[in-house]
């Protein structure tokens, strides 16, 4: 079955570090998302993302934040100057299609950062 | 703005029993998604289940059902025959499908489920 798959698992930054999160969506979906889950609490949306541009995002994605398709198959979430508050797990998904997509998105395992 | 509520933080249920998750939703739009989603200790966030509001019937999957009362906007995830393997954390989520551009899924708190051998 296609998978979302996501690199690393785990990452451990300095506070005031930049940090760049992988993640490969399945190959012929169309949408990708990246979310977020501080430790205990739900799942928060980050933003959208289609044909090579940002569709939508929310008020957790200022300027710190940025997303980019590099190549035909990765995903990249950067965060520049990363905060304490940044610690959480970063799921990023991907749907095939947008709103007339009638099931949920795949996602992948997440990405654990701590920021120290 | 939609809203998803999990009113239970936690759940417990012996092996084999049938348990019941709530989830009610809140939007003003006709058309739009419901989705139960299981996260176990590991992290992944794994899709269980899914219900479109103009679905007549209750959504279906092996030991998982969706009982959908749209008038109360509830959308209650029924997991039956529980196993240990199904203690976990359950979110419930809700996508919008009449909005311009809303893709994205709105989640709940989620309930914790503890399977007692």
């Known amino acids: 079955e296609p998978e979302v798959t996501q690199t690393p698992s785990h990452q451990v930054t300095q506070m005031g570090q930049e940090v760049i999160l992988r993640c490969v969506p399945i190959?012929?979906?169309?949408?990708f998302y990246w979310y977020r889950q501080i430790l205990g609490q739900k799942v928060e949306f980050l933003v959208s993302f289609y044909n090579n541009e940002i569709s939508e995002k929310s008020e957790i994605f200022d300027d710190q934040f940025s997303v980019e398709r590099p190549d035909g198959s990765n995903f990249t979430l950067k965060i520049r100057s990363t905060k304490l508050e940044d610690s959480a797990m970063y799921f990023c998904?991907?749907?095939?299609?947008?709103?007339?997509?009638?099931?949920?998105?795949?996602f992948g395992s997440g990405t654990r950062l701590t920021v120290v | 703005a939609q809203k998803i509520t999990q009113t239970q933080p936690g759940m417990f249920v012996q092996e084999k029993e049938a348990v019941t998750l709530d989830c009610t939703y809140d939007t003003s739009d006709q058309s739009y998604g419901l989705f139960w989603y299981k996260q176990p200790s590991s992290g992944e966030m794994i899709f269980l289940i899914y219900?479109?509001?103009?679905?007549?019937q209750n959504a279906t999957e092996g030991r998982y059902s969706l009982n959908f009362q749209k008038a109360r906007k509830s959308a209650n995830l029924v997991i039956s025959a529980s196993q240990l393997g199904d203690s976990a954390m359950y979110f419930c989520?809700?996508?919008?499908?009449?909005?311009?551009?809303?893709?994205?899924?709105?989640f709940g708190k989620g309930t914790k489920l503890s399977v007692i051998p």
């Open positions: 219900q479109g509001s103009y679905d007549e």
């Open positions: 998904a991907s749907s095939e299609e947008g709103r007339d997509a009638n099931y949920g998105y795949t």
């Open positions: 989520a809700m996508r919008d499908y009449s909005g311009a551009g809303s893709y994205q899924l709105t």
């Open positions: 190959s012929n979906h169309l949408y």
